[in-house]
């Protein structure tokens, strides 16, 4: 783990969007997983103006708000928003089906994964939860497809139906960004550090770059 100190969200998206630039080279195809929040949303902001002349582009979510796409909780819509009017033929928008039930979301999903033949992601964000949840998983999550997803109805915070890629699987990818940054994050990214956080296992992961 290396912990990378940043003033703001915007220079910690700044600084995971230099990582991801530096990883790329030399690679034709890239797959990466998008958090929401806060943090996503800068870092998806920098995504769209920048340019990969020489890579295609896999964008997945690592979790979405099982809502409509155009309502404003969901984190595809405003993913979808900020790459409007660029050339979307080098970037595939992968997200989850939220106007299917939650299993046919995932057999939809689990399709467009066997197709590419993914067995992980190249480059996966993620934010920390100030409870210490990491993507859609939670402690009450339930994990299904060989814990590939996993689903709750009952997030702490609304919406309260949420999906997600299981974090375990998300542990597969080649490079993970987890950012720890603001006072509301204090508290979780002290019992992350100290291993004791819901998906402390993170820790461990050899290409993984802390932001706080």
């Not at 630039?21 to 806060?38: D, H, P, Q, R, V």
């Not at 992968?94 to 993914?118: M, P």
């Not at 956080?197 to 770059?209: A, C, T, V």
């Amino acid at each position: 783990m290396k912990e990378i100190k940043v003033k703001d969200l915007k220079a910690a998206a700044r600084k995971s969007l230099d990582i991801l630039e530096f990883s790329s080279k030399n690679k034709t195809n890239m797959s990466i997983a998008l958090t929401g929040g806060n943090f996503g949303e800068e870092f998806t902001k920098l995504l769209a103006k920048s340019s990969f002349k020489d890579s295609c582009l896999s964008i997945f979510q690592t979790d979405e708000r099982f809502v409509c796409n155009q309502n404003d909780d969901s984190i595809q819509k405003k993913i979808y928003e900020h790459f409007q009017g660029n050339d979307l033929k080098s970037y595939d928008l992968i997200f989850f089906d939220t106007s299917v039930s939650f299993e046919d979301c995932f057999l939809k999903l689990k399709r467009k994964v066997d197709t590419l033949q993914l067995s992980r992601f190249d480059f996966t964000l993620l934010s920390l939860g100030e409870d210490g949840h990491l993507a859609g998983h939670f402690e009450n999550s339930i994990s299904c497809f060989n814990d590939l997803f996993c689903f709750t109805s009952d997030s702490p915070k609304p919406p309260k139906e949420r999906v997600s890629f299981n974090i375990q699987w998300l542990l597969k990818s080649e490079i993970i960004i987890l950012a720890g940054v603001g006072g509301s994050k204090e508290r979780a990214l002290k019992r992350f550090k100290k291993g004791e956080g819901l998906h402390s296992s993170l820790r461990f992961h050899p290409n993984l770059y802390l932001l706080t």
